[in-house]
C-alpha cells in the first residue's frame, strides 16, 4: 500500500524523462530470493536515478530492500530482471570479469565495518584499489584526500593504530581514491558514535559538494540521512517517497508512517 502515490509517481516520471545525468540508476529492477512458498520479493519494480555530483541517501524499514537495491546497483549482485546502469553502462551486459574491473574502476565502496587491510599502512590503504586496477595514481588528488580527510600525520600508521572515526575516513580516501563514477556507502556510520559519525558524513558531504564526486548511502539513521541533498524511501521493495533536502525531523516522521502500515500489514496479514 502506498500513501504517497503522487510523490513516487512524479519522481519516477521526472526520473524517466528528464535529462539529468545519472551517475547510477536502475529500471524497473526486480530482485527475488528463493522461490515457491520460501520467495522473497526484495526489489519490486524499482526505477531510480542517483544524479552525478549529488548525495543520495537510501531510507526504509528494516527489509525493505534498501541493501539489495545498493548492491545490484553497484554490481555486487545481479537484478532478476530489469537492468542497472552505472553511468551509461549496462551491468547486465558484462561478464563477470568485466564486472569486476568496472567495480574496481568505477565504483568505491564505504562498508560499516570499515573493511581496511590490516597489515598495510593507511597510505597503502587508500592507494590499494588503484594499485588493484593497475592504475597510476595521481599525487595531487590523493594529497588533497589526506587533507581532506585530516590523516596527514597518520600516513604510517596500521588500521589499528586509528580510532574508529578515523578508520572510517580512511575508507572513505581510498573509496575516493580513483575518482569514480559512484561511492556506495553502506551504513557508514553503524560502528561510530555521534561524534565520529558526523565527522564521517561531513566528508562525504564535501566530496560531493566541493570535490563533485557522487555519494549513495543506505542508513537507517534519519540524523545520516539529513547530510543528503536527497532520500529515496523504500517499503516493501518499492519505492515510495523521494525528499529534497531532508531534514532528520521530515525523514523521521515519514519513515514512521511507513513503519506504521507495515506493522499494520503485519498483524493483518497474521
Ligand atoms: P534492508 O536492507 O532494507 O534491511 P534487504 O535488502 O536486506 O533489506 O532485504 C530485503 C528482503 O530480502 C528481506 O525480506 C530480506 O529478508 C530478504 N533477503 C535479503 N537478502 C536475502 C538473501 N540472500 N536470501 C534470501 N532473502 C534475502
Known sequence: ????????????????????????RVS???????????????????????????FTAIMGP????????????????????????????????????RLTLLRRQRVGFVFQAFNLLPTLTVAENISLPLDLAGQRPDPDWLATLVEVVGLGGRLRHRPSELSGGQQQRVAVARALAGRPDVVFADEPTGNLDSRSGDEVLGLLGRAVRTMGRTVVMVTHDPVAAAHADEVVMLADGRLVDRLAEPTAERVLDRLGAYDRETDARGSAAS
Do not use: Q
Open 1 to 24: 500500500m502506498n500513501t504517497h502515490p503522487t510523490a513516487a509517481s512524479v519522481a519516477a516520471h521526472r526520473a524517466a524523462t528528464d535529462d539529468t545525468a545519472y551517475a547510477a
Open 28 to 54: 524497473d529492477a526486480v530482485k527475488v530470493y528463493g522461490a515457491g512458498e520460501t520467495e522473497v520479493r526484495a526489489l519490486d519494480a524499482v526505477s531510480v536515478g542517483f544524479p552525478a555530483g549529488r
Open 62 to 97: 528494516s527489509g525493505s530492500g534498501k541493501s539489495t537495491l545498493m548492491h545490484c546497483a553497484a554490481g555486487l549482485s545481479t537484478l532478476t530482471s530489469g537492468s542497472a546502469f552505472i553511468a551509461d553502462t549496462e551491468l547486465g551486459a558484462l561478464d563477470d570479469h
